[in-house]
Nanobody, 120 residues
Framework: QVKFVEFGGGLVQPGGSLKLSCAVT????????MAWYRQAPGKQRELVVV???????NFIDSVKGRFTVSRDHDKNTMYLQMNSLKPEDTAVYYC??????????????WGQGTQVIVSS
């Protein structure tokens, strides 16, 4: 079964940047839509962004203009570039395949995620 491995998180000050990576264990060319999700302490997991194989994206409003997403099919890796980070971006970030541009995750399982902490 396909697996997702997230990495690149860390501790960053407000206003800083981080780039997350999501490595996929099968060819991403075969996956129509990929997505980043996050789960903040005490909250439900939420969609952050969906990106299709054609480059169409769907960001949640709170990250628009600050986050960008990309897919590298040669490396079977998806990236999330996060700029102008805010404390409310603190969460564990996960990736998964998405059923559509709306972001419903395809697989019922998750990787270990990567922790992002935005704090001074």
């Amino acid at each position: 079964q396909v697996k997702f491995v997230e990495f690149g998180g860390g501790l960053v000050q407000p206003g800083g940047s981080l780039k997350l990576s999501c490595a996929v264990t099968e060819s991403m060319i075969n996956i129509y839509a990929m997505a980043w999700y996050r789960q903040a302490p005490g909250k439900q997991r939420e969609l952050v962004v969906v990106v299709t194989s054609g480059g169409r994206t769907n960001f949640i409003d709170s990250v628009k203009g600050r986050f960008t997403v990309s897919r590298d099919h040669d490396k079977n890796t998806m990236y999330l570039q996060m700029n102008s980070l805010k404390p409310e971006d603190t969460a564990v970030y996960y990736c998964n395949a998405a059923a559509s541009i709306q972001g419903t995750p395809v697989y019922p399982y998750w990787g270990q995620g990567t922790q992002v902490i935005v704090s001074s």
